[in-house]
Nanobody, 116 residues
Framework: VQVVESGGGLVQPGGYLRLSCAASGFTFRYFDMRWYRQVPGKERELVAGIASFGGSTYYADSVKGRFSISRDNAKNTVYLQMNSLKVEDTAVYYC??????????WGQGTQVTVSS
């Protein structure tokens, strides 16, 4: 099983980034996919989620209207489009795949830094 994030980097406030999460080794389309973020000294925070087959989405209040989650089941990939980035969005972003209450896979994370 592999869950690999990419697309992080340094961006100025107001800018945008698109994170990608490529999955392999499991049946991607059956898994709910989530993006979390974490800053040092704080708990990991759920940012956005999308149900298996793309039926429904969830966003934390802090990112509603700025972030958009989507998935491509043909490519086994989930995306997080992040617009109007703020300094407080700075964190390590993690991709998470869950299914059936027993399967729970995590990536290694990608750093997003918003700074002028």
């Amino acid at each position: 099983v592999q869950v690999v994030e990419s697309g992080g980097g340094l961006v100025q406030p107001g800018g945008y980034l698109r994170l990608s999460c490529a999955a392999s080794g499991f049946t991607f389309r059956y898994f709910d996919m989530r993006w979390y973020r974490q800053v040092p000294g704080k708990e990991r925070e759920l940012v956005a989620g999308i149900a298996s087959f793309g039926g429904s989405t969830y966003y934390a209040d802090s990112v509603k209207g700025r972030f958009s989650i989507s998935r491509d089941n043909a490519k086994n990939t989930v995306y997080l489009q992040m617009n109007s980035l703020k300094v407080e969005d700075t964190a390590v972003y993690y991709c998470n795949a869950v299914a059936g209450g027993t399967s729970d896979y995590w990536g290694q994370g990608t750093q997003v830094t918003v700074s002028s």
